[in-house]
């Protein structure tokens, strides 16, 4: 699921799950002890990408689907606590977004220090709440903490998908590349973060994520509680088998 590559000092994590590379619980848990080992390897930085034409298509669906509330319960904060040991990982992250970044994708990618994304065939946006779902709170407060505040409600709120230079123009990433060079300009990237000494770089990272663990620390419990609560309701998961039909008839 997750398939590692070294260049000297950067390591490179390629999501390989399916052919939308979807997060479900078994990815998380391998994402999470890939970045537990990393953290103990003397690796500089770190590159995170998508196999094929996707990035991450987001949460699996139809696995939430087909395993109801129970996997619901399990899966929410796996969901949160994978996606923030990768928002808090000490040393430099880039995401080579290599096409679509969609929900949870678009998430995966925001956790990451920098964004660099290929000039063709990809969008990026969250479609949670077109879905029917709400946010979980490290989810949200990620997106809050990089997306610029002049397009953040248009984005949570509206499921509006954008490609790459448009994403560019609205500050969702932060440079475009062909195709072909992608992964090279990545690894750049991170080589010239990696520069910088990595206790300046790790101490400086951890304040400026400083408010947004602050308020996880006071709100998350009883927002994910709620978020639990909608995510697991027949209702909601009516909503998402609706969108699922729809989304499969447009194809």
């Given at each position: 699921?997750?398939?590692?590559?070294d260049r000297d000092?950067?390591?490179?994590?390629?999501?390989?799950?399916?052919?939308?590379?979807?997060?479900?619980?078994?990815?998380?848990?391998?994402?999470?002890?890939?970045?537990?080992?990393?953290?103990?390897?003397?690796?500089?930085?770190?590159?995170?990408?998508?196999?094929?034409?996707?990035?991450?298509?987001?949460?699996?669906?139809?696995?939430?689907?087909?395993?109801?509330?129970?996997?619901?319960?399990?899966?929410?904060?796996?969901?949160?606590?994978?996606?923030?040991?990768?928002?808090?990982?000490?040393?430099?992250?880039?995401?080579?977004?290599?096409?679509?970044?969609?929900?949870?994708?678009?998430?995966?990618?925001?956790?990451?220090?920098?964004?660099?994304?290929?000039?063709?065939?990809?969008?990026?946006?969250?479609?949670?709440?077109?879905?029917?779902?709400?946010?979980?709170?490290?989810?949200?407060?990620?997106v809050r903490s990089?997306?610029?505040?002049?397009?953040?409600?248009?984005?949570?709120?509206?499921?509006?998908?954008?490609?790459?230079?448009?994403?560019?123009?609205?500050?969702?990433?932060?440079?475009?590349?062909?195709?072909?060079?992608?992964?090279?300009?990545?690894?750049?990237?991170?080589?010239?973060?990696?520069?910088?000494?990595?206790?300046?770089?790790?101490?400086?990272?951890?304040?400026?994520?400083?408010?947004?663990?602050?308020?996880?620390?006071?709100?998350?419990?009883?927002?994910?509680?709620?978020?639990?609560?909608?995510?697991?309701?027949?209702?909601?998961?009516?909503?998402?088998?609706?969108?699922?039909?729809?989304?499969?008839?447009?194809?």
């Amino acid at each position: 699921m997750i398939e590692r590559e070294d260049r000297d000092s950067i390591a490179i994590l390629r999501i390989e799950h399916g052919k939308a590379n979807t997060m479900d619980m078994e990815l998380l848990e391998e994402t999470s002890r890939e970045l537990a080992k990393l953290q103990h390897e003397p690796v500089k930085a770190l590159v995170m990408t998508g196999s094929g034409r996707v990035f991450s298509a987001g949460v699996d669906l139809y696995r939430l689907l087909e395993g109801g509330a129970e996997y619901v319960r399990a899966f929410l904060p796996r969901l949160n606590s994978t996606l923030l040991e990768l928002y808090r990982f000490p040393r430099p992250v880039i995401a080579a977004v290599n096409g679509h970044a969609i929900a949870g994708g678009f998430i995966l990618a925001c956790c990451c220090d920098r964004r660099v994304m290929v000039r063709d065939g990809g969008k990026v946006g969250l479609t949670e709440l077109p879905v029917g779902v709400p946010f979980p709170s490290v989810p949200l407060e990620v997106v809050r903490s990089v997306v610029p505040s002049r397009i953040l409600r248009d984005l949570v709120c509206g499921g509006r998908l954008f490609l790459a230079d448009e994403a560019l123009q609205a500050g969702l990433i932060d440079e475009i590349v062909d195709a072909e060079g992608l992964l090279d300009r990545a690894i750049e990237v991170a080589e010239e973060l990696a520069r910088i000494p990595s206790g300046a770089f790790g101490l400086t990272k951890q304040w400026i994520q400083e408010p947004v663990l602050r308020r996880l620390e006071r709100s998350a419990p009883a927002h994910d509680a709620e978020v639990l609560r909608a995510w697991s309701d027949p209702e909601t998961h009516a909503a998402i088998r609706r969108y699922v039909e729809a989304t499969l008839k447009a194809k």
